[in-house]
């Protein structure tokens, strides 16, 4: 199983990125899919995870509203659009996969991607 994450960068406070994670060796389809983050000095939090059997998403409290994960089983592929980002959001982001429904908790994961920086500053 191969994740690739991409889509990071440097945006201004207030604006928006897309991350992609395609999976190669791992069904989108079934299974679940999420997105964490790690900033300098921080533990790695659960961002949001979609499991991909019925649509069902999770969101941290502190990008609700804000981010957006969705999949696309055609192109085996897991996005999240982040609007509205602000300086707190910068770290690197992760996507992971499971063989079961999503879970925000980063031990319940068996593959991870290599991580794409995403950093917000003016």
């Known amino acids: 199983v191969q994740l690739q994450a991409s889509g990071g960068g440097l945006v201004q406070p207030g604006g928006s990125l897309m991350l992609s994670c395609v999976a190669s060796g791992f069904t989108v389809g079934s299974g679940a899919i999420g997105w964490f983050r790690q900033a300098p000095g921080k533990e790695r939090e659960g961002v949001s995870c979609i499991t991909n059997s019925d649509g069902s998403t999770y969101y941290a409290d502190s990008v609700k509203g804000r981010f957006t994960v969705s999949r696309d089983n055609a192109k085996n592929t897991v996005s999240l659009q982040m609007n509205s980002l602000k300086p707190e959001d910068t770290a690197v982001y992760y996507c992971?996969?499971?063989?079961?429904?999503?879970?925000?908790?980063?031990?319940?994961?068996?593959?991870w991607g290599q991580g794409t920086q995403v950093t917000v500053s003016s």
């Open positions: 992971a996969a499971r063989n079961w429904r999503a879970s925000s908790l980063s031990s319940d994961y068996d593959y």
